[in-house]
């Protein structure tokens, strides 16, 4: 990532800490049955990570849940249990990398600083990697199939009706 | 007529019970339609027709709860989130493997026909004619010329759309018209056609409404939209399937009684009478038994259901399953060898695209041993083509980047280019289904074992395609070409036939020119377990044909008191 692309993201890490400061997010709890022990800030930081990783634009790509409850929906239902204990690992270690004993909160970091633990952890190998690689799939799988980007980006429609096979691009 | 006494009585009500159940009921005749699944009605029990992609809490993808408790249906490509409630799940209906086999069922008024690929290619003379030149299965008691008119017959029912191409090795029907080709689909056609004289790439013809027809009409159905979401049952009624046509067309003479949830546990015969008299049902809900009486009985319960509830129809007269003198049925299974595939990409027309969507690729007809035996395997394989530009989005990185990337997805001006094939299997008494001997399923039915595998000969013909395949790419400057053997198992394709197969010869089949059993006349066999071979093409078109076709006999022979 250039220097460029990191100021860029510094920026959205900052505004994000304003708008959804995910110790005090307003998300109702909601209890997911293959992931009893994700309490209410957890799956808060959980959301908030995937804001880091692919911001929530509501306003212009809304869908039909918010980031944080589909993501979480896809681990609870879609990934098998041995991906879903790698995926707690991964939470756990990311938690721990973060201050061993879990005092420091990620947004207690400047946006340097979280820019920083993001881009060293996105760039690994273990399981850290592996839960923030769940969370981006996850992430562009929300956004890419919203209402908004499916017709305005990927020319989708509904009842076409027609095929013409010989279009000038 | 008592309750349960009708004239004929038809069992399973897919595509083609669908058929039977029609031609019986137009003509007059009272009939039964019995189904073993629950009752789909069209519009009305199609629950996700409408659904848009982002209101799927899954966008569409299984759960690892349906994946684990579903090995086998869930390697159907249309067992997904919004079609999955048409799939018999893996626990609900058990069989035993002797070898893997993916048994992929619709139990439902409808059946299949819901959900299937919708492909309709004729069978041509050199299909009927294979196995008595090859010498393979036995003799087929009919030729395409038999079977030609039925196809037109069903054609204009169902409505198929596609070109006249003027091939012998896929002939013409009653079409309505194609939707467009796209460059590269007519690129490669003409490519094929300068560097082969027997390579056509043609329009796969596809049954969905591209024209209004009063017939159309007056089933209520509207003209496809494109929706290419036809599993889930489509409002509009523009591809056919069983629920939009054939079954409320058979309901609005009054002459069809529909009873879902019937389970069919056997076919009754009368030692004195010397014929079948009708089935005995189990109620799929109370387990309860009943029997229904008949002139003459259909049993169209899907390829290797019919199998199995005609080997469970024991006598004193018949130990082995009604007509089963010779000891046959269940035997000669085959089915499409569908595990190869070939990907490429095409650099040319980098300034032209596609708009809109189409319920159909193009097709590339049998060419291997047509008209001689020209390799060391027997028969030959058809296959897909499709071509479609390539979108790229650059999904790296993460954060506000991400996201503008993702708003800079774009076509390439590269078209990925695909084709599978689709390989005829030889028949084989060892490739069988018998009654399990000791398990039962919780209506009291034995459970049917599958011994079912590919061969040598599918194994040369898979490298054949990818050889064949490799160098029609590559003429056609096809680049980045990759073959794959996706070693999918046997019943995948979902184009399982045999074992009840027809012939000339009571010996050495269970069933003669007219689908009848040769040891019972008044028992028809017409969905895939009557088929003695399976040439390449998808056969429910077939399987169509040869319902109506067997059915208007049947009512010929009761008008006249024979059966």
């Known amino acids: ?169 | 007529m008592k309750s349960n006494t009708f004239d004929t009585i038809v069992v399973g009500a897919g595509m083609s019970g669908g058929w039977a159940a029609k031609e019986f009921s137009e003509q007059g005749f009272k009939t039964l339609l019995l189904e073993r699944g629950p009752n789909v009605e069209h519009l009305k029990d199609y629950p996700t027709t409408n659904m848009q992609p982002w209101e799927f809490k899954h966008r569409g993808r299984l759960t690892a709860q349906d994946i684990e408790e579903n090995p086998i249906a869930s390697s159907c490509y249309a067992f997904r989130e919004d079609a999955k409630h048409f799939f018999v799940k893996d626990k609900e209906h058990p069989y035993v493997q002797k070898k893997p086999f993916d048994w992929i069922r619709g139990y439902q008024v409808g059946g299949k026909s819901i959900m299937w690929a919708r492909q309709v290619q004729r069978w041509s003379q050199y299909d009927f004619e294979g196995p008595a030149r090859d010498g393979f299965a036995v003799d087929w008691p009919i030729r395409y010329n038999d079977l030609e008119p039925w196809y037109t017959y069903v054609e204009q029912f169902v409505g198929v759309s596609g070109n006249k191409d003027g091939l012998d090795t896929l002939p013409d029907g009653d079409f309505l018209k194609p939707w467009e080709s796209n460059v590269v689909e007519e690129y490669f056609s003409d490519e094929m056609k300068k560097h082969y004289e027997d390579r056509h790439v043609i329009y796969g013809r596809c049954a969905h409404l591209t024209e209004s027809k009063p017939q159309f009409i007056e089933q209520g159905r509207g003209l496809c939209m494109s929706r290419r979401i036809c599993q889930r049952g489509c409002p509009l009624g523009g591809y056919f399937n069983a629920n939009s046509t054939l079954i409320p067309w058979a309901l609005k003479t009054g002459n069809l009684t529909l009873k879902p949830n019937s389970v069919v546990h056997s076919v009754l015969y009368d030692e004195t009478l010397q014929k079948a008299i009708g089935v005995r049902v189990i109620d799929a809900k109370t387990k309860e038994s009943q029997d229904y009486f008949a002139k003459v009985v259909f049993v169209t319960a899907a390829t290797l259901n019919t199998n199995l509830i005609l080997l469970n129809s024991k006598s004193n007269r018949f130990p082995n399953g009604l007509g089963n003198d010779n000891g046959l049925m269940g035997k000669y299974i085959a089915f499409h060898n569908y595990r190869a595939t070939i990907n490429a990409q095409y650099k040319g027309f980098p300034d032209r695209t596609i708009e809109g969507a189409k319920p159909t690729s193009h097709y590339v007809p049998r060419f291997r041993n047509v008209y001689k035996q020209e390799t060391d395997f027997l028969r030959g394989y058809a296959a897909g083509f499709g071509a479609s530009p390539e979108r790229e989005t650059d999904r790296e990185g993460f954060g506000e980047n991400l996201k503008d990337q993702l708003l800079q997805t774009k076509e390439t001006g590269v078209w990925n280019v695909n084709s599978h094939m689709m390989g005829e299997t030889i028949p084989k008494a060892s490739n069988q289904v018998s009654l399990d001997h000791e398990k039962v399923d919780e209506w009291g039915i034995p459970l049917l074992n599958i011994d079912v595998d590919y061969d040598e000969n599918d194994e040369k013909m898979i490298q054949d395609f990818f050889e064949q395949f490799t160098e029609m790419f590559t003429k056609a400057g096809f680049v980045n070409i990759q073959t794959n053997d996706n070693k999918r198992r046997p019943g995948n394709d979902i184009h399982e036939m045999g074992g009840v197969r027809m012939g000339k010869d009571p010996k050495t089949s269970l069933l003669n020119g007219w689908n009848q059993l040769h040891e019972c006349k008044n028992v028809f066999v017409t969905d895939g377990a009557c088929m003695t071979s399976t040439s390449t093409q998808n056969p429910s078109l077939t399987f169509m044909a040869i319902t109506a076709r067997a059915a208007n006999y049947a009512i010929e022979q009761m008008k006249k008191g024979l059966i």
């Not at chain 1, 969370?135 to 013409?164: Q, V």
């Open chain 1, 1 to 169: 990532m250039n220097r460029r692309d990191a100021i860029k993201n510094v920026g959205l890490i900052a505004g994000g800490l304003t708008l959804i400061p995910y110790a005090c997010s307003l998300t109702p709890e909601i209890v997911y049955s293959n992931l009893p022990n994700i309490k209410k800030e957890q799956q808060d930081l959980i959301g908030w990570l995937c804001n880091c990783i692919l911001p929530e634009d509501i306003e212009n790509f809304p869908t039909p849940e918010i980031r944080q409850n589909f993501v979480l929906t896809q681990v609870n239902d879609c990934l098998t249990s041995e991906e879903q204990a790698e995926f707690l690992l991964g939470f756990e270690n990311i938690q721990l990398a973060l201050s061993p004993t879990k005092e420091i909160k990620i947004e207690m970091l400047t946006p340097e600083e979280q820019l920083a633990f993001l881009t060293l952890h996105f760039e690994g190998e273990g399981v850290i990697t592996g839960f923030l690689e769940t969370l981006k799939n996850y992430s562009l799988l929300h956004f890419e199939s919203s209402e908004k980007y499916m017709k305005n980006y990927l020319s989708y429609e509904f009842m076409p009706g027609r095929y013409l096979g010989n279009v000038t691009v």
